[in-house]
């Protein structure tokens, strides 16, 4: 498996992106900006739809800049599915599997990987949003490529089939060893997919690397939306309500409770020992309050008051508390 | 003379499909030149008919550049019913490509996106896409055609000339007939059948076009 490197430059009117980074052939990458930070756009590039002004791709050290994207082994799974209306389910596999260079997966085998076997007679006219994306997915593995984009594949779903949607992909990733680049603009996605991290702004990459850390940095978290603030947390390091399959867990500021002594007789399952790094004052009276734990940094926003109160300075002990079905 | 008109019109229709959809799917597209096609294209619904006519009669009479080298093959189109054919097929060709081209402008684009990241080339996505999704378009686009060219009167008579049993369409038949003196009833008999004929071309298309949205829509 191949890593993706890029370093281009691409103007479309008043809009210039201009982005340099790696996604690594270990792992899933996610690339995370708001709406029109050029996220699309930029996966069009990669797969060899759009040509940038200048710059260049690579993939495993190779460069496939000046290759049109039906010689390039890069898929491509688009928002809206994309799947031929003329063709079934099957047909619409196996076009994918028959064009392989090196010879498709069985559309029998990829069909049981996603659960669709029994949708392969089916038209693609009347599948559901989620019977779509798991096609679409399905399509494009057919056609076994060596790095595999995915443009927010899950916007059209919600709750218990973006969850499961979800683990689909980190299943796929496990089992195929398929590297990928998952466009999201939702925290929580992005925290349970990702290892590695690409935040793009206004068409420029403002932080990058492994997601733990490059979450952790201001230019990324003045992304989010207030109520987003947090951290990614492993999944293993807390008991969730829900937390099947998730490589990890963004734990929100507003999410999480101190103490400055260790708490007796508390339903939450999650408490965590841990040493107050540092305070920040924010614009709306409250206070961040960010601390090293066992399972790595974490922030919890609290009033002035009760900073004080508690007596919370940097230095000092502090037990935080997640509660399970928060998660 | 009814066998004739659908000989002609069946013949101009089916010789005249690659090249009209090769027209249409250009037309469909961006490219430099292209306004310089669409013009060409165009041509026999501006130019008089007889026009066309005698410029086929330039081009591919007996000494005409083109007829004389067919000549020499053994082919000969001025006054024979396959004469007829070609002027029933350029005096269609408009319509013709008009509606293949509305079919190929009717499906998604972004359908080809999907099919090059699948490692389908630009010859590949035509044939695997394009085409079996404008095919229902293409197949009304045919009837439509064919209707049109069971009417062609004036390039007809002139490349073709009006012999019965060779040349004579519908339309050249009722010329004929009206020619002679006390000819109207025979003309309002051939008139109800070609009414009859484009009506039910009409229809076709129409039923075909319906089919061929149904298709699009998934």
Known sequence: MKTLEADIELKQGMFTLRARFSAPAEGITVLFGPSGSGKTTLLTVLAGLKRPDRGMVTLGGAPVGDLPAHRRDIGLVFQDARLFPHLTVHQNIAYAARRAPQGGLAVEDVARFFDIAGLLDRPVGNLSGGEKSRVALARALAMRPDFLLLDEPFAALDGIRRRAFIATLLDLHRVHKLPMLVVTHNIDDAAALGSHLVALQAGHVVASGDFATASRQPAFQSLLDARDTGAAISAGMLQAASGNGRGAIWLRADQLLLASERPHGLSARNVLEGQITALWPQSDQSVLVELNSPAGALLSRITPQAVRELALAPGNPVWAIAKAHLL | ?218
């Open chain 2, 1 to 218: 003379m009814l066998v004739t008109s659908l000989w002609v019109a069946a013949n101009a229709v089916l010789w005249s499909l690659p090249l009209a959809v090769a027209a249409a799917f250009a037309l469909s597209r961006r490219f430099p030149g292209k306004l310089a096609l669409e013009g060409v294209t165009h041509l026999p619904i501006i130019l008089p008919p007889v026009l066309v006519g005698f410029v086929l009669l330039m081009l591919f009479g007996r000494r005409g550049p083109i007829g004389s080298v067919l000549a020499q093959a053994g082919i000969h189109l001025a006054f024979t019913a396959k004469g007829a054919a070609l002027a029933t097929a350029v005096m269609i060709f408009p319509v013709f490509v008009r509606s293949i081209r509305l079919a190929f402008e009717a499906t998604d684009r972004n359908l080809f996106e999907a099919a090059a990241v699948l490692r389908a080339g630009p010859f590949d996505r035509f044939f695997s896409i394009a085409l079996p999704l404008a095919g229902p378009g293409i197949l009304a686009g045919m009837v439509m055609a064919f209707a049109a060219a069971l009417g062609e009167f004036g390039a007809v008579i002139t490349f073709a000339a009006n012999i019965p049993g060779q040349t004579q369409t519908l339309p050249l038949a009722i010329y004929a007939v009206l020619q002679e003196p006390g000819g109207e009833t025979a003309a309002l008999r051939l008139a109800g059948i070609s009414f009859i004929l484009a009506m039910a071309g009409l229809g076709a298309a129409a039923l075909l076009q319906r089919w061929a949205g149904r298709r699009l829509a998934g």
